[in-house]
């Protein structure tokens, strides 16, 4: 007797085979990986937060992959240059992203048109660390040297009050502040977060939110006073320093770097970089390197990095909207 598969029975047939030889090349994919060395690409000049963290996670990265992990600067355009040469990159888990908010969540607020789609063209792989933004005060003011003191003062002279900022991604936290103490600090744009906290010291600027590097330089300069930062929770390099939560503004904002691939990386690949990011961000080592810098060492799944992502974006928008904030 003769059996005569139906056409159903063969597509069937097929697709399962199709699968089973997907699920073979996967593991394959990441047995095999890595073979060459991996680049991480960072948007920004030497020396900065972002160019430091590469560094710190390609010493443990070649170690633990046994590979050369080559740390490549692509500066430029708010790091849209190196997003987006990423984001043309071949998906082979070769070529990685050292993102941060500002070229991922931010920009979509910022720009009518980027050259890459953060969401479409590029895949999360883990987060690597986080930092508030610090509210800083010029030291020698006694009418800005409380929070609540800084919100009165601004409501009673609103000509007299701005803030400083060096990037559109600082402008519209500080516009969110804005909106929470129903203030009117008026923008004024400085160059770099170094020059945002000069301004502060030197009374040119009200107050100013600023990354954690620069503002801790300040503090520990004598001339600048830390009120509040923008975390859920108090930073272990500012432990006396409170949350705006705690000071009852309903205000948390909390920064970030992390990897990144090129979009259609095979999944077993950013399986093992997730992994490895873990392993390298559990070091206790590696955690002092990262807290020296003011920064909280962190790692995720690429699942919930993505989505940490995809609700910023939209928040971020609004933000920008209701500041009056025009897209580039």
């Keep these: 007797m003769t059996l005569t598969r139906s056409p159903a029975y063969r597509l069937g047939a097929m697709a399962l085979a199709a699968a089973a030889m997907l699920a073979v090349s996967s593991v394959r994919a990441e047995d095999a990986y890595p073979s060459k060395p991996i680049t991480i690409i960072v948007g920004y000049t030497t020396g900065g937060a972002n160019d ?31 997003a987006n040469f990423v984001a043309k990159a071949k998906p082979d888990g070769y070529t990685l ?28 792989v ?25 919100i009165a003062y601004a409501k009673g002279h609103p000509a007299n009050s701005n803030y400083s900022a060096s990037s559109a991604s600082f402008q519209l936290i500080s516009e969110l502040f804005k909106r929470q103490t129903q203030t009117k600090f008026e923008y ?49 390099f ?25 979009a259609g990386t095979p999944p077993a690949v950013v399986g093992k970089l997730e992994q490895t990011v873990k392993t390298i961000m559990d070091d206790a080592d590696v955690r002092k390197r990262v807290e020296s810098m003011s920064i909280t060492p962190a790692s995720s799944t690429s699942k919930d990095f993505a989505a940490r992502i995809a609700e910023e974006i939209p928040f971020w928008q609004k933000i920008a909207q209701a500041a009056g904030i025009q897209p580039n």
């Excluded at 941060?100 to 009518?112: C, E, H, M, T």
């Excluded at 432990?239 to 691939?261: H, Q, R, Y």
């Design 52 to 82: 430091l963290l590469a560094r710190v996670v390609a010493e443990k990265m070649s170690t633990l992959l046994k590979q050369p992990v080559i740390v490549e600067n692509k500066p430029g355009a708010g790091s849209i240059i190196g």
């Design 188 to 236: 004024i744009p400085y160059k770099g977060s170094y020059e945002s906290v000069m301004a502060v010291s030197t009374g040119d600027a009200t107050m100013t939110l600023v990354d954690s590097g620069p503002a801790m330089q300040g503090v520990a300069g004598g001339r600048v006073r830390a009120l509040a930062v923008t975390s859920p929770q108090r930073t272990s």
């Design 97 to 124: 992203l050292m993102g941060a908010s500002g070229p991922i969540s931010f920009n979509p607020s910022l720009y009518k048109k980027l050259p890459y789609d953060p969401q479409k063209d590029l895949t999360p």
């Design 238 to 262: 500012l432990a006396d320093t409170p949350t705006l939560k705690e000071l009852g503004i309903d205000m948390n904002v909390e920064l970030w770097s992390g990897l990144f691939v090129p």
């Design 126 to 150: 883990s987060l690597v660390g986080t930092f508030p933004l610090i509210l800083l005060t010029q030291k020698s003011n006694p009418d800005t040297g409380s929070l609540p003191n800084l």
